[in-house]
Nanobody, 118 residues
Framework: QVQLAESGGGLVQSGGSLRLSCTSS??????MGWFRQAPGKRPEQREL??????????KYSDFARGRFTISRDNTKNTAWLQMGSLKPEDTAVYYC???????????WGQGTQVTVTS
């Protein structure tokens, strides 16, 4: 059974930084990334933050580009999301996801709370 373990959330002041990590119990995923769910939003309203592909290519949402950096280490089955210049509107539960090769099944982390105070 594939399990993802997230860590790194917390409380930070506006302008601060946090680094999230997500590690899988198994290896070889096509895509690794994060979604986030803002307060008061439903799960189906989660928004993509960033993704990193097996090739090393990355994709960022507009709000993340220039402030967040995503990376991965396939030998450690781990992805990281370095978040900087954080704003109160970045407050959300951040969920990592890994997409398997082949059938493209998504696996989700348990979520980690990020709270940014003004």
């Amino acid at each position: 059974q594939v399990q993802l373990a997230e860590s790194g959330g917390g409380l930070v002041q506006s302008g601060g930084s946090l680094r999230l990590s997500c590690t899988s119990s198994v290896s070889d995923f096509a895509v690794m990334g994060w979604f986030r769910q803002a307060p008061g939003k439903r799960p189906e309203q989660r928004e993509l933050v960033a993704s990193v592909f097996a090739s090393g290519g990355t994709k960022y949402s507009d709000f993340a580009r220039g402030r967040f950096t995503i990376s991965r280490d396939n030998t450690k089955n781990t992805a990281w999301l370095q978040m900087g210049s954080l704003k109160p509107e970045d407050t959300a539960v951040y969920y990592c996801y890994f997409t398997s090769r082949g059938i493209g099944r998504n696996y989700w982390g348990q979520g980690t709370q990020v709270t940014v105070t003004s």
